[in-house]
């Protein structure tokens, strides 16, 4: 089944330290995202990519950083630097960025708490 | 900064009635708007896009835009206590040649049986 798979379902992070969160997609979609939803909240835009190798910053990007080496995977690293990660993480995909009616397709998502 | 705007409810309604969630979004240039439906715990799942001015039916939900007034609405009819979720607005706009998706708080829906 073709689809967006984000790993791992629950991360714990320590205090100084660096985690990163999974993100895999076979639909052969060009685009993909990352968002974090608080509670209560709108989903809020980390960073995209349109293509390989290529990325952008979102509306809250600081403390974060991202690489996309491969079409397929997008993962989305949480810095010390970011000091609330406590969050409800979203990996999202489209067809490609190029076009506003393209619609998402979103992971199931990774619940990160500090310990 | 691009926002939409949402009640966020609880909007309480009793089985079989109309459901009304509403919208409203402060980029001009937008040009595509989604609703999503979150159940709690889960990602969104899409449940209606909208293009241009007017309705949109899709079986019991139907969506309503109007560029002029910068508002988009969700209807939903016949509401079952399975459309109890978390409705959310988005709004797409193209910023430096990328498409990229505004979303609302959302707004808490709870059908009664």
């Known amino acids: 089944d073709g689809g967006i798979t984000q790993s791992p379902k629950y991360l714990f992070r320590k205090e100084g330290q660096n985690v990163t969160l999974s993100c895999e997609q076979n639909?052969?979609?060009?685009?993909m995202y990352w968002y974090r939803q608080d509670p209560g909240q709108g989903l809020r835009l980390i960073y995209y990519?349109?293509?390989?190798?290529?990325?952008q910053k979102g509306d809250i990007a600081e403390g974060y950083s991202v690489s996309r080496e491969k079409k397929e995977s997008f993962p989305l690293t949480v810095t010390s630097a970011q000091k609330n990660p406590t969050a409800f993480y979203l990996c999202?995909?489209?067809?490609?960025?190029?076009?506003?009616?393209?619609?998402?397709?979103f992971g199931s998502g990774t619940q990160l708490s500090v310990l | 900064q691009k926002e939409v705007e949402q009640n966020s409810g609880p909007l309480s309604v009793p089985e079989g009635a109309i459901a009304s969630l509403n919208c409203t979004y402060s980029?001009?240039?937008?040009?595509?708007f989604f609703w999503y439906r979150q159940y709690s715990g889960k990602s969104p799942e899409l449940i209606m896009s909208?293009?241009?001015?007017g309705d949109k039916e899709d079986g019991r939900f139907t969506a309503q835009l109007n560029k002029a007034s910068q508002y988009v609405s969700l209807l939903i009819r016949d509401s079952q206590p399975s459309d109890s979720a978390t409705y959310l607005c988005a709004v797409a706009s193209l910023n430096s040649g990328y498409s990229t998706l505004t979303f609302g708080k959302g707004t808490m829906l709870l059908v009664s049986p």
């Open positions: 990519s349109q293509i390989v190798n290529d990325f």
């Open positions: 909208i293009y241009s001015n």
């Open positions: 999202a995909s489209s067809i490609e960025a190029a076009r506003t009616n393209e619609k998402l397709f």
């Open positions: 639909l052969n979609h060009d685009a």
């Open positions: 980029d001009r240039g937008s040009q595509s």
